[in-house]
């Protein structure tokens, strides 16, 4: 059952509970080119999206979502677009003036003790009150404009005021979006959704569970906005999302979706339609458990022939799934189990069915092995179980390469460096990687992986080896060699 919501109003749509779930995506375009980023929103909006998002990082930016409104709706395109505002509240109260919604940082959205790795009661509370007084400087323009606001919170941009606190974990994370809610309903003004986002599938699938249920307990009925940050290129970027997005949606959590994937922002949208159809096939969910996530099992997958772990042993117990009642037999067996092993033939199933079952099993805790008894299993089917079990971080078979969609900041080809450093180092179980658009957040949410890179510039990039810049300002075309000289440098290949 869904989680009941406000209604929200933006532009001509509106996002809770007793509206259909929104799809939404973000240009990749230059915003201060107006014609290419207008042509991306009409596609966009063409293929479905019902909102879609702009980066807005200075004023110049800001200034430009005056055009590009103005032009959308001349040529017939009322939909509703959002700015996307880090780091600069001023730019919130320009962008304000001409778009439907504002999405605010609030990690970077105001930072008073930037170079503050510890901070006093004192500073804290002033930091608090800061974003208070921002806040209610922004009232006036969104009310009189009928904007509202998403507060977005990503893991990997959190205050380090509230790293301080309490870590850089998902309890720091429900705390930056539930103080910015508290502000905002303090000040009466509630049109708001709100989202955490994490590059991991299963903190962002814990981290929207606990701050819904927080959110209710508090009161604050505001919709939810689901996906999963540098999910990566193609098919691993969707797999992510829909493990995440697909079973958050199950649990009734979820009002608005993006499919963030690596490249042509278009690729997102029926990505995310298909989620929406697969997981309206399992709803309504039955009962299942959900144990405390520990890596103290390691996955196995059997098939009939010597691919993966070759044959099962003979004293496991499998039960066998269809795609017509998959979780209602499940259900059924762990009535009386806490476990289930699960057999089953992938050629009946889709990609977005398998990643919603096997990931909810395996971050669950509920799922252990499984057995495919396709007659013919194709390898590339097989790759896509183990992406699958990869993605829930029950067991690393291949090397991950976490990596930003992109946006207006990013300056070179994204899509073709990512797939240049997924191909030349996917052999290393355990190594994390990341390829990221910009500087502006690139370092902070490459956090999870051990190396990155980072662009910096029109086709320049930088490298950071564990967090610590290492080679600055490289041309694109030498970057990935750059890449691999630094990370045997350091050991990590």
Not at 122 to 130: M, R, V
Not at 308 to 326: K, Q, R, V, Y
Not at 409 to 417: A, G, L, N, P, Q
Request: include cysteine; charged fraction near 20%; charge should be neutral.
């Amino acid at each position: 059952m869904r989680r009941k919501t406000l209604q929200i109003p933006v532009g001509n749509i509106f996002i809770g509970s007793n509206y259909p779930i929104i799809v939404q995506s973000m240009t990749n375009t230059a915003t201060t080119n107006i014609d290419d980023t207008v042509d991306q929103c009409i596609k966009l909006f063409n293929a479905n999206a019902k909102l879609v998002r702009i980066t807005a990082q200075n004023v110049k930016e800001a200034e430009a979502l005056k055009l590009i409104k103005q032009n959308l709706l001349t040529k017939g395109y009322n939909q509703p677009i959002a700015a996307d505002i880090h780091f600069n509240p001023q730019l919130a109260l320009i962008a304000a003036q001409y778009v439907d919604k504002i999405r605010i940082n609030p990690g970077n959205f105001v930072n008073l003790f930037p170079n503050n790795i510890s901070y006093t009661s004192a500073q804290y509370q002033q930091e608090l009150n800061a974003i208070e007084i921002e806040i209610e400087k922004l009232l006036p323009i969104l009310i009189n404009n009928n904007v509202a606001v998403r507060i977005g919170v990503n893991k990997g941009s959190l205050s380090p005021r509230l790293i301080d606190k309490y870590g850089n974990n998902i309890e720091a994370a429900i705390e930056s979006a539930i103080e910015s809610a508290l502000i905002f309903n303090k000040l009466n003004f509630n049109n708001l959704v709100i989202s955490i986002k994490t590059s991991s599938v299963y903190e962002t699938i814990k981290a929207n569970r606990l701050l819904t249920s927080k959110l209710d307990s508090l009161g604050l009925l505001y919709p939810i906005h689901l996906g999963v940050t540098e999910a990566g290129i193609d098919k691993q970027g969707i797999i992510k999302s829909t493990i995440a997005i697909g079973n958050l949606l199950l649990d009734g959590i979820g009002d608005t979706i993006r499919v963030s994937l690596t490249g042509d922002p278009l690729k997102e949208i029926p990505a995310a339609q298909n989620i929406l159809n697969s997981y309206r096939k399992f709803v309504p969910l039955p009962l299942l458990p959900i144990y405390d996530y520990t890596l103290e099992y390691c996955p196995k997958i059997f098939t009939n022939n010597n691919l993966a772990d070759g044959l099962p042993p003979s004293d496991i117990d499998f039960i066998e799934i269809n795609n017509l009642n998959p979780f209602e037999v499940i259900s059924k067996k762990l009535e009386t189990n806490k476990y289930v092993n699960l057999k089953l033939n992938t050629s009946q199933f889709d990609l977005y069915s398998l990643s919603i079952i096997l990931g909810r099993g395996w971050i669950d805790g509920w799922l252990r092995d499984i057995y495919l008894v396709d007659n013919n299993l194709k390898q590339d089917t097989l790759n896509d179980i183990w992406e699958i079990l990869q993605a829930t971080g029950k067991r690393k078979t291949l090397t991950e390469v976490i990596s930003c969609p992109s946006c207006g900041r990013t300056m070179y080809d994204i899509e073709k460096i990512t797939k240049e450093v997924k191909e030349r180092f996917s052999k290393y179980p355990g190594l994390t990687l990341a390829v990221m658009g910009c500087i502006v957040n690139g370092p902070g949410e490459m956090k999870e992986a051990q190396a990155g890179i980072v662009g910096n510039g029109l086709n320049k990039a930088n490298i950071y080896i564990y967090g610590k810049l290492v080679s600055k300002n490289i041309p694109i075309n030498d970057v990935v060699d750059e890449f691999e000289k630094q990370l045997k440098i350091y050991n990590l290949i």
